[in-house]
C-alpha cells in the first residue's frame, strides 16, 4: 500500500474531506510496533481497514484498493489531468522498474505521466536538483503526499463536472475490472448522481 487516504462523504453537503496517511505511520499490528503499510501486504483489506480504524478511531464502512493499472486507466478516460511539474523530476529505480523523467511546466498528464508524479519523492541526485525542485520535495513521504494532494485536487476541479457524466460507466467498468471494494454498483451509482453537486 504505497498511498492510503481516508475520505468522508457527506451526502447532506455533497462535501468530501480526504486525509492522506503517510506510509511510515507507526502502528501496533498483533503486539508489535510496524509501519502502516505493513497492514495490506501482510493481511489483506481487513487488516489494512482494521489498523486505520483503530488509529482514528473511527468506523470504516468501504474500502477501494486501486492498482496503478486502474489508476492510469481511469486518468486516461479522462483526457488526462493539466498540472504544473518542477524541473528535476528524474528518478529510476530499477528494483521496481520505476522509471520517472517528466518535462517541467504547465502540462496535462496521462495515466502513465500522472502515476509518475503521484510516486514521485526524491530525484536521483539532490546535487543535480534544480533549487525550484526543493521547494515542493525533499525526500520525505510527507512532501509526496502534498503532491499527490495537489494532483487530487486538480483532478477534482477540473473532472467533477457534468461534461464527463457520460464517462462514468467506462470508469465504473475499469473500477470492478481492476480495483478490490465492497462498494456495489448500486453504492456507486448513487454517489454518480450527486457528482454535479460535489
Known amino acids: 500500500s504505497d498511498t492510503m487516504m481516508v475520505a468522508n462523504y457527506d451526502p447532506n453537503t455533497y462535501k468530501i474531506n480526504i486525509m492522506s496517511i503517510p506510509r511510515d505511520t507507526k502502528v501496533t499490528i498483533d503486539g508489535r510496533n510496524r509501519k502502516i503499510n505493513f497492514a495490506y501486504p501482510h ?9 486505520v ?16 493499472t486502474a489508476f492510469r486507466e481511469i486518468i486516461d478516460i479522462l483526457d488526462g489531468v493539466e498540472l504544473y511539474i518542477p524541473p528535476g523530476m528524474d528518478y529510476d529505480d ?14 496535462v498528464l496521462d495515466g502513465k505521466k500522472a502515476e509518475q508524479f503521484v ?24 512532501k509526496r503526499i502534498e503532491a499527490q494532494q495537489r494532483f487530487l485536487k486538480a483532478l477534482i476541479d477540473q ?19 481492476n480495483i478490490e471494494t465492497n462498494y456495489t454498483t448500486n453504492d456507486l451509482l448513487k454517489l454518480s448522481g450527486a457528482v454535479s453537486k460535489l
Open 53 to 68: 480504524s483503530e488509529l482514528l478511531d473511527i468506523d470504516i464502512k468501504y474500502y477501494v484498493f486501486l492498482d496503478t
Open 43 to 51: 493481511g489483506g483489506i481487513d487488516l489494512a481497514v482494521d489498523t
Open 159 to 177: 473532472k467533477l463536472n457534468i461534461q464527463n457524466l457520460p464517462k462514468l460507466n467506462p470508469i465504473i467498468e475499469v473500477v470492478f475490472e
Open 94 to 107: 530499477p528494483i521496481q522498474k520505476l522509471h520517472i523523467h517528466l518535462e517541467s511546466g504547465m502540462q
Open 119 to 142: 510516486r514521485f519523492r526524491q530525484p536521483n541526485s539532490w546535487r543535480r536538483a534544480p533549487a525550484e525542485l526543493k521547494k515542493y520535495y525533499d525526500g520525505s513521504d510527507l
